[in-house]
């Protein structure tokens, strides 16, 4: 197939990784790509998030399937545009994609989905902001309602923290403030054809920047899969109660959702919960979802952008264990220190079960250089937990970034 996969983060980096894993002969070609990407297949440096760009190159060049990986280009309408010209898709048109894009509207599709979700009120002033804090209490959460690169959510015992982040956002436009929900996060990617589901493994994702879950929340700064843990029936649990009503909405309102429906959960004690609906596979979780993937990822992406999803078995993975580290570059997430030097990576990437999926990674005079706050993940597989984790740890050691910091606690707590 000739496939054009949009992005230049880990995950789409992990996406490539899968694709060329099949040796199915694949065209693989992305836009804009990284360092990293580039060592593997060819980049091209076209505005992926312009819909009349991507449209014209995958008519010039034959693309058979697009697959988009980051959310900018969805909310700019490129999946509609390229749907329009008979082009096979991997990615929620932008109304669909509002789903992550507005918080408002992912509530009120839930709602009217009957999906178990926390509390939560829409606020236009900071008034309503203090009454709606106060009325659900400590810990309050505060978020963002458009995107917000994973900087608009606060969650604090602090009410005048709280009350701060209100009014900042409030600056920006409307804010939710929402019940606290008490439990562990999983997330779960489902493939979506508008009208079918078919799950891939879950996976927790470490969203706070510093051990033990210290820190501002970021992009995420790990993950693992799968979850030992996880009580059985989950997957079904989800399928059932979340991902298949909330896909018959969106098709109902004339807006299937054709992509990557990420469910972002919480599991209280009183039952599953939706935290967040994303429209595109999360990072850095694919980066562990995907290299225990054995059912061919091209065919699914391809059947779901059709689709074709309906009647086909459930994906399958192998009996390994995935653990992704994030290192990031000093100063990240606020302001990220760029254009320092990173080494070690062939050091790095020989200790067996390692893989390097780069993020913000770009050459410059010779150099490998970090171009951004989350620069690259390390990917380590093992037969278990604490031979993932091992791995993925050398691995780190072996890197030389002035600055450079990491979580080291990811998976620790399934590590035996
Ligand atoms: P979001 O961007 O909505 O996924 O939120 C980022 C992170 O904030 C989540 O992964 C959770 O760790 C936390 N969070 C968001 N909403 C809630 C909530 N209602 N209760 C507890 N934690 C939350
Ligand atoms: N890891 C969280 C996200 O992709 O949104």
Known sequence: MRILVLGS??????????LLRENAGHQITVAPGNAGIAADVPVIALDATNPAVVTEFALDNDIDLVVIGPEAP???????????????????????????????????????AGVPTGRAVRVGTLDEAVAAIDEYGAPYVVKADGLAAGKGVLVTPDRDAAI????????????????????????????????????????QDYKRLSDDDEGPNTGGMGAYSPLPWLPAGFVDEVIETIALPTVRQLASEQTPFIGLLYCGLIVTDSGIRVIEFNARFGDPETQVVLPRLV??????LFAAAIGGLGGLPRPEFSDDVAVTVVLASEGYPETPVTGRTIAGLDTASAIHGVTIAHAATAHSDGRLVATGGRVLSVVAIGTDFAEARSRAYRALEAIDLEGGHYRTDIAARVAR
């Open 74 to 112: 969805l909310v700019a309408g490129v999946a509609d545009k390229l749907r329009q010209r008979g082009i096979a898709v991997f990615g929620p048109g932008r109304a669909a994609a509002a789903l992550e894009g507005s918080k408002t509207f992912a509530k009120r599709i839930m709602d009217e």
């Open 295 to 300: 059912t061919p990822l091209s065919g699914l």
């Open 9 to 18: 983060g880990a995950r789409e980096h992990a996406i490539v990784t899968a």
């Open 164 to 203: 701060a982040h209100a009014t900042y956002w409030l600056g920006q436009g409307s804010v939710l403030v929402e019940e606290f929900l008490d439990g562990q996060e999983v997330s779960l990617f489902l493939l979506s054809d508008g009208h079918n589901v078919l799950p891939l493994a879950p996976a």
